[in-house]
């Protein structure tokens, strides 16, 4: 009998050691759960950190430092010393740097002490995760609008300066290829693409950027042209992502084609040709290769249809192999309805048009296209059908909340900012940038 009872103590106590270390599997398990889901929260952050921060500099070695750097930063910040009593531990930073993309690998371990466990004989869970950053290459043509309206208010002027400079930083200028223009009556191409090669001349942009005078009206259908000849004729092997930034403070008022005149030495140059924003007389012919500069006697009248005999049929300022003179009708019914006679309505009318037309062969070609109209000016009716400026750039960028006959959701979804002040423009322009870094990841 006492060998019995004996036995059934040792059982007992088998038995309570059993039912710890099953308690304990469950209490310590669920900090090792605890630890885990916060070291992934932890990685993750250092992934994006490093994503964002390896655009800096202005070569490898420091831009592998900046990222490293940023990832162990938000890792001790998102991983607190000593969480639930575990210890942490970041792996050095894997910085790999393939034509165009760049891929951060993460990794991270923690070790927790448990608790019940310990009766059957383990001190301490590890724990561990991984995560990736993918920055995908880039090519990006940005347009800057320098038209006259831009320095009624001499504030305005400095503001776009500072914002375009800043948003230019954020972006890597060793593996990212980036084109800078700005547009009036015509366009500039400030900074082209060099070829197929990698990188851009931040430094020559923030210089043309801060030399910017503002004068002309608003030729956009001409910036676009520009843009998209830079992404299409100068880059032979595009990158995975492709971009235009658009920015602007009005609706197109103004195109440009080779026009039918009244003189035989303007029949074979592309002009622009001006309507205004609201009703006036046309004035004709601009160059469109210089952003506010009239074409030299007799291809210049301050009344276009003295000049011009009638409108084109079609969009054929530039003839490539990707846009000929017969992609884009001038004398249309759709959108806008744009007659042979040359005054405002169809002046007017066929400025939007085209604008809209050329953002939306961009688009077809899986080209992105981001907008950021400035000023309440954008928001009053203007044109020849009282159109909200807004409106044409919620258009061209193929928003969601865009009109009913603009968005197409096979094409890419873009984003609009309004920038109503000048203390709008940065949050603006960093708005876009974070949208185009999100879509490189």
Same mark, same amino acid.
């Given at each position: 009998?006492?060998r019995?009872r004996?036995?059934?103590s040792?059982?007992?106590?088998?038995?309570l050691?059993?039912?710890?270390?099953?308690a304990?599997l469950?209490?310590d398990?669920g900090?090792?759960?605890?630890?885990?889901?916060?070291?992934?929260a932890?990685?993750?952050?250092?992934?994006?950190?490093?994503?964002?921060a390896?655009t800096?500099g202005?070569d490898q070695?420091?831009?592998?430092?900046?990222?490293?750097?940023?990832?162990?930063?938000?890792?001790?910040?998102?991983y607190p010393?000593?969480?639930?009593?575990?210890t942490a531990?970041?792996?050095?930073?894997?910085?790999?740097f393939?034509q165009?993309?760049?891929?951060?690998?993460?990794?991270?371990?923690?070790?927790?002490?448990v608790?019940?466990m310990?009766?059957?004989?383990?001190n301490a869970?590890?724990?561990?995760?991984?995560?990736?950053?993918?920055?995908?290459?880039?090519?990006?043509a940005?347009i800057?609008?320098?038209t006259?309206s831009?320095?009624?208010?001499?504030k305005?002027?400095?503001?776009?300066q500072?914002?375009?400079?800043t948003f230019?930083?954020?972006?890597?200028?060793i593996?990212d290829r980036?084109?800078l223009?700005h547009?009036?009556y015509?366009?500039?191409?400030?900074?082209?693409?060099?070829?197929?090669?990698?990188g851009?001349?931040?430094s020559?942009?923030?210089t043309?950027?801060?030399?910017y005078?503002?004068?002309?009206?608003?030729?956009?259908?001409?910036?676009?042209?520009?843009?998209?000849?830079?992404?299409?004729?100068?880059?032979?092997?595009p990158?995975?992502?492709?971009?235009?930034?658009?920015?602007?403070d009005?609706?197109?008022?103004?195109?440009?084609?080779?026009?039918?005149?009244?003189?035989?030495?303007c029949?074979?140059?592309?002009?622009t040709?001006?309507?205004?924003?609201s009703?006036n007389?046309p004035?004709?012919l601009?160059?469109?290769d210089?952003?506010? !500069?009239?074409? $030299?006697?007799? +291809?210049?009248?301050? %009344?276009?249809? @003295? =000049?011009?005999?009638?409108?084109?049929?079609?969009?054929?300022?530039?003839?490539?192999?990707?846009l000929?003179?017969k992609?884009?009708p001038?004398?249309?019914?759709?959108?806008?309805?744009v007659?042979?006679?040359?005054n405002?309505?169809?002046?007017n009318?066929?400025?939007?048009?085209?604008?809209e037309?050329?953002?939306?062969?961009?688009?077809s070609?899986?080209?992105?296209?981001y907008?950021?109209?400035?000023?309440?000016?954008?928001?009053?009716?203007?044109?020849?059908n009282?159109?909200?400026?807004?409106d044409?750039?919620?258009?061209?960028?193929?928003?969601?909340d865009?009109?009913?006959r603009?968005?197409?959701?096979? !094409?890419?979804? $873009?984003?609009? +900012?309004?920038?109503? %002040?000048?203390? @709008? =423009?940065?949050p603006?322009f960093?708005?876009?940038?974070?949208?185009i870094?999100?879509?490189?990841?």
């Open positions: 009998m006492k019995q004996g036995a059934v040792v059982l007992v106590a088998l038995a050691i059993v039912l710890l270390g099953v304990g469950a209490v398990a900090l090792g759960y605890i630890t885990k889901a916060k070291l992934d932890a990685a993750d952050g250092a992934a994006i950190a490093a994503g964002q390896v800096r202005n070695a420091t831009q592998t430092t900046n990222a490293k750097n940023a990832a162990k930063a938000f890792f001790a910040a998102n010393a000593g969480f639930l009593n575990s531990t970041l792996t050095d930073p894997s910085v790999t393939d165009g993309t760049v891929t951060i690998d993460i990794a991270a371990q923690a070790q927790v002490p608790t019940l310990k009766v059957l004989g383990f869970l590890n724990v561990s995760t991984t995560a990736q950053s993918v920055r995908r290459d880039l090519d990006m940005v800057i609008d320098t006259g831009m320095a009624v208010d001499p305005v002027p400095p503001a776009v500072s914002a375009a400079t230019l930083q954020q972006f890597d200028p593996t980036v084109a223009l547009f009036a015509g366009t500039v191409v400030d900074v082209p693409f060099n070829g197929d090669n990698r851009f001349n931040r020559a942009m923030n043309a950027i801060n030399n005078t503002f004068s002309g009206s608003t030729n956009s259908s001409e910036a676009y042209w520009n843009a998209l000849s830079q992404l299409k004729d100068v880059i032979k092997t990158s995975s992502l492709r971009v235009i930034v658009f920015f602007s009005g609706a197109p008022n103004s195109f440009a084609s080779i026009f039918n005149t009244n003189s035989s030495a029949n074979t140059t592309a002009g040709v001006t309507s205004g924003d009703p007389t004035t004709a601009y160059r469109i210089a952003v506010s !500069q009239k074409m $030299g006697s007799p +291809c210049y009248d301050s %009344t276009a249809s @003295d =000049l011009i005999k009638q409108m084109p049929s079609f969009y054929n300022a530039h003839n490539t192999t990707w000929n003179d992609t884009i001038v004398q249309t019914n759709s959108p806008r309805v007659g042979k006679t040359v405002y309505t169809n002046v009318n066929a400025a939007r048009n085209v604008a037309a050329l953002a939306n062969y961009a688009r070609q899986k080209i992105y296209v907008t950021i109209g400035r000023g309440s000016e954008l928001l009053t009716p203007q044109g020849a009282g159109e909200i400026g807004e044409i750039l919620k258009c061209m960028a193929n928003t969601t865009s009109l009913s603009c968005y197409n959701p096979a !094409q890419p979804v $873009g984003v609009y +900012c309004r920038a109503l %002040t000048t203390a @709008d =423009l940065t603006c960093s708005k876009l940038a974070s949208e870094l999100r879509i490189s990841k």
